[in-house]
């Protein structure tokens, strides 16, 4: 083969793999693209899903952009609030304990009067049988907390019964509910100490 052909050849082949690579590149692009929508709207209906079972009944404004980022003992917390008539009246944010396995992650509703109206663990590594009793669909211990506030009860009686509280704990497992009444707790404390940003209610001029 003559050095002519060879040098025609080679460049051919390069030209057919960049021009491969373009296509593949392109390609992906373009599905990454056309599903990105899709993914987003998936974990907008998803995190929609997690904050109404924390957050019941009907609010005029979408919960999604409306919101307010305010600091916390471990760090920022990102608040979910709910409005009718233009009027806050319920937030919703996480907070975390710890259990027996590592971090408790829950979301928490509270109403404007400072009153939780929902709690549900949404990440946890407690052991099955025994910690993760704090789910719902293993018992109706979660909703224990439901209608409560700061007040009720009083602030040294929130804890196990253990520990001279309430709450209950579990045969087995007292680090695991700790764990969540600590959370919950701590969640109520960060409503009362930020409840006028919370409710959009700054001192007027």
């Known amino acids: 083969m003559k050095l002519e052909e060879l040098r025609g050849k080679l460049i051919y082949q390069a030209l057919l793999v960049g021009a491969a690579a373009l296509l593949t590149s392109a390609l992906l692009s373009f599905f990454s693209q056309a599903t990105e929508a899709d993914i987003k709207a998936a974990e ?6 997690s904050l109404a079972q924390v957050l019941p009944g009907a609010y005029e ?3 999604l952009k409306d919101t307010v980022t305010l ?8 608040v979910y609030r709910g409005r009718r008539k233009g ?3 319920a937030v919703v944010y996480q907070v975390s304990g710890n259990g027996y396995a590592g971090s408790i992650v829950c ?5 404007r009067e400072g009153k939780i109206l929902g709690v549900r663990v949404i990440k946890h590594k407690e052991t099955p049988g025994l910690g993760d009793k704090i789910e719902p669909a293993k018992g109706d211990w979660i909703h224990s907390f439901e209608g409560r506030w700061l007040g009720d009860p009083v602030t040294e009686k929130w804890a196990v019964k253990k520990d001279g509280g309430v709450f209950d704990q579990f045969a087995g497992a007292t ?6 009444v600590n ?3 701590g969640g109520l404390a960060f409503f009362e100490g930020n409840k006028a940003q919370l409710l959009d209610e700054g001192v007027q001029p």
Do not use: C, W, Y
């Open 44 to 49: 907008e209906a998803d995190l929609k899903a």
């Open 87 to 89: 009027k806050v009246e």
């Open 61 to 63: 404004n979408d919960l």
């Open 107 to 111: 979301v928490m509703g509270v109403s």
């Open 175 to 180: 680090i695991t509910p700790r764990g969540v």
């Open 71 to 78: 600091p916390g003992k471990e760090g920022e917390v990102l």
């Open 183 to 185: 959370a919950v707790k």
